[in-house]
């Protein structure tokens, strides 16, 4: 399965933006899916992640800021970023958990500006 992710670009702080990611196939509802970033010099870390049927699971330094959601007939996950801060900068990759394996999309850079 590919994932193509779209929806970064250069924000003001305390802005908002939303990414968008949508599945090359379809993407069944119980599959995790979501959002991964990886700012410059930094390990990759969780953003959110969702399962139908359960909670959402966010980064500690995002909860409160972004929420998750799922259109699953679209096979897509969308991140909706609000209260942007210049720490928010990164590359957000998408990503799905399908039969075990990891999948990664291409990333899309996000720019916060103070």
């Known amino acids: 399965v590919q994932l193509q992710a779209s929806g970064g670009g250069l924000v003001q702080a305390g802005g908002s933006l939303r990414l968008s990611c949508t599945a090359s196939?379809?993407?069944?509802?119980?599959?995790?899916m979501g959002w991964y970033r990886q700012a410059p010099g930094k390990e990759r870390e969780l953003v959110a992640t969702?399962?139908?049927?359960?909670?959402?699971n966010y980064g500690d330094s995002v909860s409160g800021r972004f929420t998750i959601f799922r259109d699953n007939a679209k096979n897509s996950v969308y991140l909706q970023m609000r209260d942007l801060k210049a720490e928010d900068t990164a590359v957000y990759y998408c990503?799905?958990?399908?039969?075990?394996?990891?999948?990664w999309g291409q990333g899309t850079l996000v720019t916060v500006s103070s």
């Open positions: 196939r379809t993407i069944h509802s119980s599959v995790v």
């Open positions: 990503y799905a958990k399908l039969d075990g394996a990891a999948y």
């Open positions: 969702l399962r139908s049927g359960r909670d959402a």
